[in-house]
Protein backbone atom coordinates (compact mmCIF):
# COMPACT_ATOMS: atom_id res chain seq x y z
CA UNK A 1 0.00 0.00 0.00
CA UNK A 2 1.16 3.51 -0.96
CA UNK A 3 -0.39 6.73 0.25
CA UNK A 4 0.25 9.51 -2.70
CA UNK A 5 -0.91 13.01 -2.31
CA UNK A 6 -0.95 14.40 -5.96
CA UNK A 7 -1.98 18.17 -7.21
CA UNK A 8 -4.11 18.41 -10.06
CA UNK A 9 -3.89 22.12 -11.09
CA UNK A 10 -5.18 24.38 -14.11
CA UNK A 11 -3.72 27.62 -14.62
CA UNK A 12 -4.27 28.58 -18.04
CA UNK A 13 -1.69 28.63 -21.08
CA UNK A 14 1.82 28.95 -20.25
CA UNK A 15 1.89 31.98 -22.06
CA UNK A 16 -1.28 33.35 -20.49
CA UNK A 17 -2.04 32.38 -16.80
CA UNK A 18 -5.89 32.26 -16.17
CA UNK A 19 -6.66 35.09 -13.13
CA UNK A 20 -6.32 33.90 -10.14
CA UNK A 21 -10.38 33.45 -9.56
CA UNK A 22 -10.58 30.70 -12.75
CA UNK A 23 -7.72 28.64 -11.53
CA UNK A 24 -8.64 25.34 -10.21
CA UNK A 25 -6.16 23.64 -8.12
CA UNK A 26 -7.31 20.21 -6.01
CA UNK A 27 -5.37 18.27 -3.71
CA UNK A 28 -5.76 14.47 -3.57
CA UNK A 29 -5.04 12.12 -0.89
CA UNK A 30 -5.13 8.49 -2.38
CA UNK A 31 -4.29 5.11 -1.71
CA UNK A 32 -2.47 2.55 -3.90
CA UNK A 33 -3.22 -1.10 -3.49
CA UNK A 34 -1.04 -3.41 -5.43
CA UNK A 35 -3.32 -6.54 -5.62
CA UNK A 36 -1.35 -8.75 -7.60
CA UNK A 37 1.87 -8.42 -9.40
CA UNK A 38 -0.26 -7.52 -12.11
CA UNK A 39 -3.16 -5.34 -11.17
CA UNK A 40 -3.22 -1.96 -9.17
CA UNK A 41 -6.46 0.19 -7.97
CA UNK A 42 -5.82 3.73 -6.90
CA UNK A 43 -8.77 5.48 -4.63
CA UNK A 44 -8.64 9.41 -3.81
CA UNK A 45 -10.81 12.23 -2.50
CA UNK A 46 -9.92 15.13 -4.22
CA UNK A 47 -10.65 18.79 -2.26
CA UNK A 48 -11.04 22.13 -4.63
CA UNK A 49 -8.77 24.46 -2.68
CA UNK A 50 -9.90 27.74 -5.02
CA UNK A 51 -13.16 28.76 -5.34
CA UNK A 52 -13.62 28.04 -9.25
CA UNK A 53 -12.37 24.43 -8.22
CA UNK A 54 -15.10 21.29 -7.67
CA UNK A 55 -15.46 21.55 -3.78
CA UNK A 56 -14.91 17.77 -3.46
CA UNK A 57 -13.88 15.06 -6.15
CA UNK A 58 -13.99 10.80 -5.92
CA UNK A 59 -11.42 9.06 -8.15
CA UNK A 60 -10.77 5.54 -8.95
CA UNK A 61 -7.79 3.90 -11.25
CA UNK A 62 -7.62 0.43 -12.35
CA UNK A 63 -4.13 -0.25 -13.31
CA UNK A 64 -2.87 -3.25 -15.38
CA UNK A 65 0.88 -4.02 -15.75
CA UNK A 66 1.95 -5.01 -18.81
CA UNK A 67 5.26 -5.75 -20.26
CA UNK A 68 6.54 -4.62 -24.25
Not at 26 to 39: G, T, V, Y
Not at 49 to 60: E, I, Q
Request: proline share 9%.
Amino acid sequence: MHAPYPLCSAVGPATDFLPTRFQLHRIFPAIDLNLSPKWEVNFGLGVGVTRSSDHLTAKRILGDRFDF
